[in-house]
């Protein structure tokens, strides 16, 4: 593909009662890398340009999914409307396996617009992000609470392989905590 200076290109889904609705072709990670190196924090929308110049809308929660694994990044956080993803009992799930989200989004326990976002996670963590945390943007200082405290403040979504770092994580935290306290 010719890159025509765009960061993310994408292509009509085949549902034109939705209108222009695409999906990823590809991420011209070089143009974003670029931006990185010259001190510049890359803004992406998501609109995917089609090989006739066309704009498309791409679900958010997708394209950051697929940039985190792109880049290669360690994390990524969807910041949201909701606490997080809600268990079985309808509590708030703190942390979830990969295994785990699976068997919500199958027992139609994650609905509505949380079953992509979910479905980014999953593929995310599978495809070697280490954890996707979602959490709600509205709580003050949200993703602090979410990444330097043992107990968050949304749902951390992890691979069901490799080391278990946010069980473990936190647990030193708590230790910390306890300690200090």
């Known amino acids: 593909m010719q890159k025509r200076g765009q960061a993310v290109y994408g292509f009509l889904m085949g549902q034109p009662e939705l209108g222009f609705v695409g999906n990823i072709e590809s991420i011209d990670v070089d143009l974003i890398h670029l931006l990185l190196s010259r001190n510049f924090i890359p803004v992406i929308m998501p609109i995917g340009v089609g090989a006739d110049g066309s704009a498309y809308h791409i679900n958010s929660d997708l394209l950051a999914g697929r940039l985190a694994r792109t880049?290669?990044?360690?994390?990524?956080?969807?910041?949201?409307?909701?606490?997080?993803?809600?268990?079985?009992?309808?509590?708030?799930?703190?942390?979830?396996?990969?295994?785990?989200?699976?068997?919500?989004?199958?027992?139609?326990?994650?609905?509505?617009?949380?079953?992509?976002?979910?479905?980014?996670?999953?593929?995310?963590?599978?495809?070697?992000?280490?954890?996707?945390?979602?959490?709600?943007?509205?709580?003050?200082?949200?993703?602090?609470?979410?990444?330097?405290?043992?107990?968050?403040?949304?749902?951390?979504?992890?691979?069901?392989?490799?080391?278990?770092?946010?069980?473990d994580s936190r647990g030193y935290l708590l230790s910390e905590q306890a300690a200090s306290g």
Do not use: W
């Open 71 to 167: 880049l290669e990044a360690e994390k990524l956080i969807l910041m949201t409307n909701v606490p997080g993803v809600r268990d079985h009992a309808g509590r708030l799930a703190y942390i979830l396996t990969a295994s785990e989200a699976d068997a919500l989004l199958r027992d139609g326990v994650i609905e509505g617009g949380m079953r992509p976002r979910v479905t980014a996670a999953l593929r995310a963590v599978r495809e070697g992000v280490r954890s996707v945390h979602i959490i709600d943007g509205s709580v003050p200082s949200a993703l602090l609470l979410e990444v330097l405290t043992a107990q968050g403040v949304g749902t951390a979504v992890r691979s069901d392989v490799g080391p278990h770092f946010l069980e």
